[in-house]
């Protein structure tokens, strides 16, 4: 079964801390994602990466940045965390384009910024 | 435009029929199609995948794929109260990798 583990469930940080969020999967799969999940909202797609070093910004990459120094993992930074940044973070991962490209999610990472 | 549409309910169903549950996106070159439930507090788990048109079925469920009208939808059959949750339609564009998602529709089945 493939897996996609994120650090934390749950994480408090306080207004201007910068934030990481680390995702790994163990499945070699090229493409990983960052979506952030709001109430009425939906998945929001923040970043994405398809290789090793290389991402693309997705719908709403203000105030955060990424990391993909090894395949399996892919990191989120929140620079200078602020309120509006509270929210579920899911990580995904899957296989790049063809058939069978299904993506696959970690558990999610409920941020809250005070 | 959106890229990805969903009525986001809340759409309540009895248990035993049929819930429909419909998607459109924009972009005509899109190529991969999935439907995801996700529970409360839980994260998105694949239920179907569909690549060309026409419908694919699997249990209870089963998509079907209208590329010429940009349509993608889901029925399950004999809804059961396990069937409540949040379904999300999601879309890869061809020669690109971004996966999209709708903002999902909420699903009751009432016994």
């Keep these: 079964d493939v897996k996609v583990t994120q650090s934390s469930r749950y994480l408090v940080k306080r207004t201007g801390e910068k934030v990481f969020l680390e995702c790994v999967q163990d499945m070699d799969h090229e493409n990983m994602f960052w979506y952030r999940q709001d109430p009425g909202l939906g998945l929001r797609l923040i970043y994405f990466s398809y290789d090793v070093k290389m991402k693309e910004k997705g719908d709403i990459p203000e105030g955060y940045s990424v990391s993909r120094e090894k395949k399996e993992r892919f990191s989120l930074i929140l620079e200078s965390a602020s309120t509006n940044q509270t929210s579920m973070y899911l990580c995904a991962s899957s296989q790049k384009p063809g058939q069978n490209t299904e993506a696959f999610f970690g558990q999610g990472t409920r941020l809250t910024v005070v | ?111």
């Design chain 2, 1 to 111: 435009q959106k890229e990805v549409e969903q009525n986001s309910g809340p759409l309540s169903v009895p248990e035993g029929a049929i819930a429909s549950l419909n998607c459109t996106y924009s972009d005509r070159v899109s190529q991969s199609f999935f439907w995801y439930r996700q529970y409360s507090g839980k994260s998105p788990e694949l239920i179907m995948s569909i690549y060309s048109n026409g419908d694919k079925e699997d249990g209870r469920f089963t998509a079907q794929l209208n590329k010429a009208s940009q349509y993608v939808s889901l029925l399950i059959r004999d809804s059961q109260p396990s069937d409540s949750a949040t379904y999300l339609c999601a879309v890869i564009q061809r020669g690109a990798q971004k996966l999209v998602f709708g903002q999902g529709t909420r699903l009751t089945i009432n016994p």
